[in-house]
């Protein structure tokens, strides 16, 4: 990964930040029905599209780390 840039890990990061502080928004303006209620286009409650959205921000956070891990190993060995 030589060709990223200390901005480009700051945009990242700012990213996340963002991505933080728009979860926590919802979740601190969400009502008890509205969680409850069916979200658009899925078969999933507003809560439940909450949580995976959350999951997927988790999952994909540990597989960069994973990726940028097995970047730096020689070729043969990250194969």
């Known amino acids: ?3 990223h840039t200390a901005m480009d890990r700051q945009a990242a990061c700012d990213d996340y ?3 933080r502080r728009t979860f926590h928004a919802l ?4 009502s008890q029905g509205g969680l ?3 979200s658009d286009g899925t078969r999933w409650t ?3 599209l909450l949580w995976h959205m ?5 999952v994909t956070r540990v597989l960069l780390v994973l990726a940028r ?4 190993l020689p070729r ?4």
């Open 69 to 72: 891990a097995f970047s730096r």
């Open 46 to 48: 507003n809560r439940q």
């Open 1 to 3: 990964m030589g060709g």
């Open 76 to 79: 043969r060995l990250s194969r």
């Open 27 to 30: 979740l601190d303006t969400a």
């Open 36 to 38: 409850d209620r069916l």
């Open 17 to 19: 930040a963002r991505a």
């Open 54 to 58: 959350l999951l997927g921000y988790l």
